[in-house]
């Protein structure tokens, strides 16, 4: 089983602040995504990156995956409190049918 | 409107009991999945089906068993429900399911209370 470690697990931060995600693994994955679900709700895709060393920007979220396709960050700037959420790694097992392997998540809390 | 939608959003029961969830998507994706959220919000597969074929089967006890009547439909039975099965169950679907690009669509969830 390929293992994605996210950190921090909770997060608290007060509006217009910045904050970092990490997702580590020891394995190499087809691709990474981010997810944010919201109490009650599923997880919505926010962003998949595929190749090493890319980065993607999604307005004030800034996704990286790494070089060799082991980690990924998620970088948020100007915290706003709509970005609370409960932010999900997950990789894609290039091995058996791009099944995802979910990180345990980042609880994220912004406050006005 | 909904993309993938899940009945019931809650199910409470007693252990023994049977019960079923059933999930529809009508966004034409081939595939299909059932995942289980523990109280730790750890989000893990347990099955999945393209084109009413079962492509993925994780460690799961036998007591749950899913059907797909068809592609837009994918159901779970539960059998002996016992109180370690209270979780929250999502259902999903997506179109590139063997590729990096296998984004998900999740449904709202069923939260499963087991007394």
């Known amino acids: 089983t390929q293992l994605l470690e996210q950190s921090p697990q909770f997060l608290s931060i007060q509006e217009g602040e910045n904050l970092t995600v990490y997702c580590n693994s020891s394995s190499v994955f087809s691709s990474l995504q981010w997810y944010r679900q919201e109490p009650g709700e599923g997880p919505v895709l926010l962003v998949t990156?595929?190749?090493?060393?890319e980065v993607k920007k999604l307005k004030r979220l800034t996704f990286q995956f790494g070089d060799a396709r082991k980690d990924s960050s998620l970088h948020i700037t100007a915290a706003q409190p709509g970005d609370t959420g409960l932010y999900l790694c997950a990789g894609v097992n290039p091995d058996s049918w791009g099944k995802l392997q979910f990180g345990a998540g980042t609880q994220v809390v912004v406050t006005p | 409107d909904t993309a993938v939608s899940q009945t019931p959003k809650y199910l409470v029961t007693q252990m023994g009991n049977d019960k079923s969830i059933k999930c529809e998507q009508n966004l034409g994706h081939d595939t299909m999945y059932w995942y289980k959220q523990d109280s730790k919000k750890f989000l893990k597969i347990m099955f999945s089906?393209?084109?009413?074929?079962?492509?993925i089967n994780e460690t799961v006890p036998n007591r749950f068993s899913p059907k797909s009547p068809d592609k837009a439909h994918l159901n779970l039975h539960i059998n002996s429900l016992e109180l370690g099965d209270s979780a929250v169950y999502f259902c999903a679907s997506s179109q590139l399911a063997g590729g990096p690009f296998n984004e998900q669509f999740f449904g709202p969830g069923t939260r499963l209370t087991v007394l």
């Open positions: 990156v595929v190749t090493g060393g």
């Open positions: 089906y393209n084109n009413k074929e079962l492509i």
